[in-house]
């Protein structure tokens, strides 16, 4: 049950992400602009509806993933241990974590079965450069999910960086499990075993339940 729970919360995750970054917008502006596009490819598109994964990856890589600050991403998902990594191992896991998430939402969004979003009153004051974006998935027959962005203000445009899942980080999910492999084989061992993963042809691993209860 909490596998299914979290795959459709990827999907809403996925389809949320900011696109066409303009920094006159305000962030849920783009988020729910860009929310409605994605779902409206989610719809309609026979070759996503029928499961292709290399058709819902294309989706996520040209639509979602160019606006995540994917740097940020796995410094969080790593936690403490960040910081005791060296210039070129953050490079690789970073690249990693990206092909890992890459993976995950596009199975995750062949699991789309017409949920709908709600999206929050928002409110920014002029200088503020990190925000949360509140929206609601609907789910027929289910209960409503609260799903919120964290998105910080760069040069660039708002990037997403964070997702919360009724109070709960999916990216700092993969924390417990990620020092679980560097205190098994230090950072190497951590880009060994992503490595592997993203090499597999078996559906991308979701974060384990323990983590998320806590």
Known sequence: MFKRFVQLLMVAFAA?????????KAPDVLVKEVTEDVLTTLRTDPSIKAGDTAKTA?????????HF???RMTALALGKEWRATTPEQ??????????????TYSNALTSYRNQTIDYRPFKMGAADTDVTVRTQINQPGGRPIPLDYALEKKEEGWKVYDVMVSGVSLVTNYRETFAAEIRAGGVDGLVKTLRAKNA????APLPAPAAAAK
């Open 16 to 24: 949320s992400a900011v696109a066409q970054a303009n920094v006159l």
């Open 200 to 203: 597999s042809t078996a559906p």
């Open 90 to 103: 953050k490079k690789v896991l970073t690249e990693e974590f990206r092909t890992l998430l890459v993976r």
């Open 69 to 71: 600050n994917f740097t």
């Open 58 to 66: 294309e989706l996520v890589e040209t639509r979602v993933l160019p």
